[in-house]
């Protein structure tokens, strides 16, 4: 076995799971505080991408300033869904919201077609380019610099919402809803802050994930690998979306090397199949008991 190949594939694995990873975190986020399962995280990312593209590539913005632009307004749209889509429902049967975030998928990738048309495009290139070896083994520039970005920004995340008020404000309402109102906490506003970090970081996502391979109408097929990733990290759990992004990353890239990248979905459901029979509630998911 050439074990510079597999320690070269593997290092592309892990870099990849951490863009799985921070998509994974903006799902993770919703679902814990709303137990709603939003199943548009990909057309989140989508829209991140395009608006990024046309803050910097249609309206000439510098980058430093696109960048910022494309996640603020992605966090206001994640704020409009809330209150106009998600908000009405709360108390309604779960397959309810459920299937309106699946229209809302199909509404945003039918607004990219109508406003951006449904070719392929490129994004402005803002990362380094120079080659990255570690030892004898390459890594390819954009994955190992969007990677970083992502460990970064899950780290500034995990570390507002472990101390700042807000957080602390999600994390009780995570736990515990009726608790949360009884102590003073104004939930619906934490559920619209749920969303707009969401949306946010799926937009950050979307960004890097559309810098490496381009922006399209269908990259929210990106968003079932992230659905894969949250499943069997467990769908609460913070460790859960952060363990799979790698852990899912790593089988796909080593499937894609030794069998071939048409099997690489293949391999990703199996690992699901396997660890759901095991864990049916994921990795580190909460496991619910019901009393009668």
Not at 48 to 57: Q, R, S, V
Not at 62 to 82: F, S
Not at 175 to 204: C, E, H, K, T
């Amino acid at each position: 076995m050439d074990w510079a190949y597999l320690f070269e594939i593997s290092l592309t694995g892990i870099a990849s799971g951490g863009l799985y990873a921070l998509a994974a975190l903006a799902f993770v986020m919703v679902y814990k505080a709303t137990r709603v399962v939003n199943i548009a995280i990909g057309e989140m990312l989508m829209a991140g991408g395009y608006l990024f593209f046309t803050f910097a590539a249609m309206w000439a913005m510098p980058l430093w300033l696109a960048i910022p632009a494309a996640i603020l307004a992605c966090g206001l749209l994640g704020a409009v869904i809330e209150r106009t889509m998600i908000r009405p429902l709360l108390g309604e049967p779960p397959i309810s919201v459920f299937m309106v975030t699946v229209g809302l998928g199909s509404v945003l990738v039918g607004l990219v077609e109508m406003i951006w048309t449904a070719d392929q495009r490129r994004l402005p290139e803002f990362m380094p380019s120079e080659p990255i070896m570690v030892g004898e083994a390459f890594l390819a520039p954009k994955v190992f610099w969007g990677a970083v970005v992502a460990a970064v920004f899950i780290a500034s995340v995990l570390l507002v919402f472990r101390f700042w008020r807000g957080g602390v404000a999600l994390r009780a309402t995570a736990s515990d809803q009726a608790a949360a109102y009884s102590v003073g906490i104004n939930v619906p506003r934490v559920f619209s802050l749920a969303w707009v970090v969401s949306s946010m970081l799926a937009a950050l996502s979307g960004i890097i994930v559309g810098s490496i391979g381009g922006i399209s109408s269908s990259m929210g097929v990106f968003g079932l690998s992230v659905l894969v990733v949250v499943i069997v990290g467990g769908l609460d759990s913070v460790l859960g979306a952060l363990v799979g992004g790698v852990l899912i990353g790593l089988v796909e890239a080593l499937a894609g090397a030794y069998l071939g990248g048409e099997y690489k979905l293949l391999a990703t459901f199996v690992v699901l199949v396997v660890i759901l029979m095991a864990r049916p509630y994921g990795l580190f998911g909460t496991h619910e008991i019901e009393r009668l």
